[in-house]
């Protein structure tokens, strides 16, 4: 069985101090995989998605970036944290494209507050 | 770019009412996937549409897929305490791009 992976669970890091947030996937190969954050109370944004392996699309300019280093595994960074990057961050990973895409499964997400 | 609306926001019923939400993309999809959350949770798959028109049922709830895959709705019948979550909905583009797109969410509120 497929299984996703996000760590860590919480998160309090200074402002101006780097990030990488680890996601990785199990029992599944080539998957699309995502990282959407969440601000509380609020919807999902999409950051980043990958399709394959060195193919990061990314939607919504910031001081964020994302690296697909390995088929099942996926990295968010941030060289140096804004207080605006708060949030609960949620990796996310689904296969196939087009109508014969399938439901995206969740990790667990990272509460991530920066201070 | 691609955006999917989501209506209402919020919405409080009293238990055994009805609730029903509506999502709206700017663009045609190829499918549309419905989740719920519980407070402190991750999202949850409950369903996919794909054919336009399509209407699928999960015991109290109603799933429809608009005609032009451009909207999508919700509907629960007679609420229970156990529905309480914020329900988003999610479209995946037209064209081959895996890109997922979700609704801001409605949170649903239900008073025993």
């Known amino acids: 069985s497929q299984t996703i992976h996000q760590w860590p669970a919480t998160l309090v890091q200074p402002v101006g101090s780097p990030l990488s947030l680890e996601c990785t996937v199990e029992g599944t190969s080539n998957p699309n995989l995502y990282w959407y954050r969440q601000a509380a109370g609020r919807g999902l944004q999409l950051l980043f998605y990958s399709v394959g392996i060195g193919q990061i699309s990314s939607e919504v300019p910031q001081n964020l970036s994302a690296s697909r280093p390995q088929d099942r595994q996926f990295i968010l960074s941030s060289k140096k944290l804004l207080l605006s990057d708060s949030g609960f961050y949620l990796c996310a990973w689904s296969k196939g494209l087009g109508p014969m895409g399938t439901e995206a499964f969740f990790g667990q997400g990272t509460r991530l507050t920066v201070v | 770019g691609q955006q999917v609306m989501q209506i209402p926001q919020y919405q409080h019923v009293q238990e055994g009412e009805d609730f029903t939400t509506y999502c709206n993309s700017s663009?045609?999809?190829?499918?549309i996937q419905w989740y719920k959350q519980r407070p402190g949770g991750h999202p949850v798959f409950l369903i996919q549409l794909v054919k336009s028109g399509e209407v699928k049922k999960q015991k109290r709830l109603t799933f429809q897929f608009g005609e032009a895959k451009k909207n999508s709705s919700l509907h629960i019948t007679a609420t229970q305490t156990t529905d309480v979550g914020t329900y988003f909905c999610?479209?995946?583009?037209?064209?081959?791009?895996?890109?997922?797109?979700f609704g801001q969410g409605t949170t649903l509120q239900v008073k025993p």
């Open positions: 999610a479209g995946l583009g037209s064209s081959n791009t895996g890109k997922l797109i």
């Open positions: 663009t045609t999809l190829s499918n």
